[in-house]
């Protein structure tokens, strides 16, 4: 959606995770089509969370997160109570 160029760390925020005001681009996704836009993800220095600059609407959200989605994340075990609950303990 932006090039490098044009984010800055002021545009982009804080980390949504640890609240640090530092900020820097990570890594561009490439698009899987002409028409489809390429993303940046920054990474936070402090704690490491990585998250989407500029994310889509949330009314275009299921284009990227339909219900195959959601079955293949669920069959691999990352919606496991389980699991999660030993990995925050």
């Not at 890594?27 to 220095?45: D, K």
């Not at 959200?61 to 293949?72: I, K, L, S």
Request: hydrophobic share 30%; charged share 20%.
């Amino acid at each position: 959606m932006n090039s490098q160029a044009e984010i800055n760390r002021e545009a982009t925020g804080p980390c949504p995770c640890c609240a640090q005001r530092t900020n820097a681009p990570w890594m561009r996704t490439r698009p899987l089509s002409a028409s489809e836009p390429s993303y940046t993800l920054l990474r936070c220095p402090s704690c490491s969370h990585v998250w989407l600059f500029d994310p889509p609407p949330p009314e275009q959200m299921m284009q990227f997160y339909d219900p195959t989605y959601h079955q293949a994340v669920t069959r691999s075990g990352e919606g496991d109570a389980v699991r999660w609950g030993r990995l925050l303990k």
